[in-house]
């Protein structure tokens, strides 16, 4: 399968990207060449091989959940720029 200017263009509209037409050529081989090289890949035999999901088998050691007694709310606010009614309070981030 190859990649086209027009498919190019289109993955750039929706990743809300602007490329000039000497970058759209550019990307139009890059992007061929790694599809080409994606479906060389699927030429392989893999139909012996285990799936692999860790090279390194890695078990969690978690830890115990204790209960410990929290922080101090005022020690926590000593330091913080701005606190309101004990709280961190931060610019709004979020309008409306």
Do not use: C, H
Request: no cysteine; net charge negative.
């Amino acid at each position: 399968m190859g990649i086209s200017a027009d498919d190019v263009k289109y993955v750039a509209q929706l990743s809300r990207l602007e490329f000039k037409e000497d970058e759209i050529e550019k990307f139009t081989k890059d992007l061929s060449s790694i599809v080409g090289y994606v479906n060389k890949l699927n030429e392989l035999d893999t139909e012996d091989v285990e799936a692999l999901v860790n090279p390194i088998y890695i078990e969690n050691d978690f830890r115990e959940d204790d209960i410990k007694d929290s922080l101090d709310r005022e020690n926590v606010l000593l330091n913080a720029p701005e606190k309101e009614e004990g709280y961190f309070k931060v610019p709004t981030v979020i309008e409306g």
